[in-house]
């Protein structure tokens, strides 16, 4: 089955000097609890695609399907849910509360989606998950550049969302620590059944993908499965 499909998306920004389209006809499909990779350079449109299936953004033309549900006919309210609910992200800038530990910066996840399990027992699940559970008392400044970016997806996945948007997560990180979030968001889908999607530019780490499309100047340019 498919988490995520859309079906003729483009996405056109009006300019000084005219209009610009950042996506142009976009048709993909996403497996449920799977890895899928969107590669491309900076400016391919990777970025504006996962603003848009990520309910952040509205596309120009053509329907977003998530979880089976058209999202672009939503209202804004019903949207907001479901980024609240069933989506989780990790951002390139990791934006994790610098005033509070890992701890606590997972479980302020959970107070924010309204978590109606045991706190505790998730945020030590999580940070167990990405192997840092000796680190919860930690402020971020504390740990390394992977072990902020970890303690992100511990709390991307706090809440239990289908869907974990990754955008750019290793760009800041050096090899080693960009393949050790990789494999975590493997484990994650092997372990949580939740699907993942990521954006990046690095070649290297293409294969550990289920999924891989390349997006040039806005245009879906190839697709493979591995």
């Given at each position: 089955?498919?988490?995520?499909?859309?079906?003729?998306?483009?996405?056109?920004?009006?300019?000084?000097?005219?209009?610009?389209?950042?996506?142009?006809?976009?048709?993909?499909?996403?497996?449920?609890?799977?890895?899928?990779?969107?590669?491309?350079?900076?400016?391919?449109?990777?970025t504006?695609?996962?603003?848009?299936?990520?309910?952040?953004?509205?596309?120009?033309?053509?329907?977003?399907?998530?979880?089976g549900?058209?999202?672009?006919?939503?209202?804004?309210?019903?949207?907001?849910?479901?980024?609240?609910?069933?989506?989780?992200?990790?951002?390139?800038?990791?934006?994790?509360?610098p005033?509070?530990?890992?701890?606590?910066?997972?479980?302020?996840?959970?107070?924010?989606?309204?978590?109606?399990?045991?706190?505790?027992?998730?945020?030590?699940?999580?940070?167990?998950?990405?192997?840092?559970?000796?680190?919860?008392?930690?402020?971020?400044?504390?740990?390394?550049?992977?072990?902020?970016?970890?303690?992100?997806?511990?709390?991307?996945?706090?809440?239990?969302?289908?869907?974990?948007?990754?955008?750019e997560?290793t760009?800041?990180?050096d090899?080693?620590?960009?393949?050790?979030?990789?494999?975590?968001?493997?484990?994650?889908?092997?372990?949580?059944?939740?699907?993942?999607?990521?954006?990046?530019?690095?070649?290297?780490?293409?294969?550990?993908?289920?999924?891989?499309?390349?997006?040039?100047?806005?245009?879906?340019?190839?697709e493979?499965?591995?």
């Open positions: 089955m498919n988490m995520i499909v859309t079906e003729g998306v483009s996405r056109c920004f009006r300019t000084l000097a005219g209009e610009f389209y950042a996506l142009k006809n976009i048709n993909v499909e996403m497996p449920e609890s799977k890895l899928t990779i969107l590669r491309g350079r900076s400016g391919s449109g990777k504006t695609l996962v603003n848009i299936i990520s309910a952040l953004d509205q596309p120009t033309d053509g329907i977003v399907l998530f979880n549900k058209d999202i672009t006919r939503m209202s804004e309210k019903e949207r907001t849910k479901i980024r609240r609910n069933e989506i989780g992200y990790v951002f390139q800038s990791v934006a994790l509360i005033m509070m530990s890992a701890y606590e910066n997972v479980e302020f996840a959970l107070r924010m989606a309204k978590y109606e399990g045991d706190y505790k027992e998730r945020v030590m699940e999580c940070l167990h998950l990405v192997g840092l559970s000796q680190r919860a008392e930690h402020l971020p400044e504390e740990l390394s550049g992977g072990e902020q970016q970890r303690i992100a997806i511990a709390r991307a996945i706090a809440h239990h969302p289908k869907v974990i948007f990754a955008d997560p760009a800041a990180l090899t080693a620590s960009g393949l050790s979030v990789v494999k975590i968001f493997k484990d994650l889908v092997e372990k949580e059944g939740v699907t993942v999607i990521m954006t990046t530019h690095d070649v290297g780490l293409m294969q550990l993908g289920d999924k891989v499309y390349e997006l040039e100047g806005g245009e879906l340019v190839s493979s499965d591995h």
